[in-house]
């Protein structure tokens, strides 16, 4: 099993609909981010959580709320989806107990909003 | 506000050249790091930069680091065609948020025989 799971990994819906994605992770890992990645712009944060109680808001924000149900789980949600919202999502974690700040990246989902 | 620039955006290469992508950052760090992107892929990582004058070496890759001119390079010697892929680097922003990180705009390489 893969170490950070995403589902769904790909979805399509309609606009002004409530869509939920989902993030798991088996590292231990403290620290959950939230990312969506469109041509051109690179990888831009929408939330990140540095444990259970504490949620962030990243740059890109509007539009999105998410839940940080237990250390292993991040959902991410979309409460009235917009086309403009059509990108691919990616969650990711990090230890920084290692002393390395790097990620550790889901598979991804790719949401088209029609 | 740390912004993190890349260039070039797009590089085609020739099987069997060489070539250095750029990754310029605002604000001070002490580390960086580089992934790789397959198409339709997640990222994964390449290089952890953790110190001014850093230099890492994988195969045909090369990154280094310049903490006080705020640069590091991904260097690509002999390309080929496998090295095709989208590159990032990515810089942590400072203070209370350590460790969250700040993406390039990523480079995509097409290697051409």
């Known amino acids: 099993d893969a170490d950070v799971t995403q589902t769904p990994r790909n979805r399509i819906t309609k606009t002004g609909k409530r869509i939920m994605l989902e993030c798991s992770q088996t590292?231990?890992?403290?620290?959950m981010y939230w990312y969506r990645q469109d041509p051109g712009l690179g990888l831009r944060l929408i939330y990140y959580?540095?444990?259970?109680?504490?949620?962030n808001k990243g740059e890109i924000s509007d539009g999105y709320s998410v839940s940080r149900q237990a250390q292993a789980k991040f959902s991410l949600s979309l409460e009235s989806a917009i086309p403009n919202q059509t990108a691919l999502y990616f969650c990711?974690?990090?230890?920084?107990?290692?002393?390395?700040?790097?990620?550790?990246f889901g598979s991804g989902t790719r949401l088209t909003v029609v | 506000e740390l912004k993190v620039e890349q260039n070039p955006l797009f590089l085609s290469m020739q099987e069997g050249k060489n070539y250095t992508i750029y990754c310029n950052y605002s604000?001070?760090?002490?580390?960086l790091y580089w992934y790789r992107q397959d198409p339709g892929k997640s990222l994964e990582s390449l290089f952890v930069?953790?110190?001014?004058?850093a230099v890492k070496q994988e195969g045909r890759l090369m990154a280094s680091l310049d903490t006080k001119a705020r640069l590091s390079t991904l260097h690509i010697t002999a390309a080929v065609h496998d090295l095709s892929a989208t590159y990032f680097c990515?810089?942590?922003?400072?203070?209370?948020?350590?460790?969250?990180?700040?993406f390039g705009q990523g480079t995509i390489l097409t290697v051409h025989p």
């Open positions: 959580s540095f444990d259970v109680k504490d949620i």
């Open positions: 590292k231990g890992h403290d620290r």
């Open positions: 990515a810089v942590p922003e400072g203070g209370t948020s350590y460790g969250k990180l700040t």
């Open positions: 990711a974690t990090s230890d920084p107990r290692t002393g390395n700040y790097g990620y550790t």
């Open positions: 930069l953790l110190s001014n004058g």
């Open positions: 604000t001070t760090s002490d580390r």
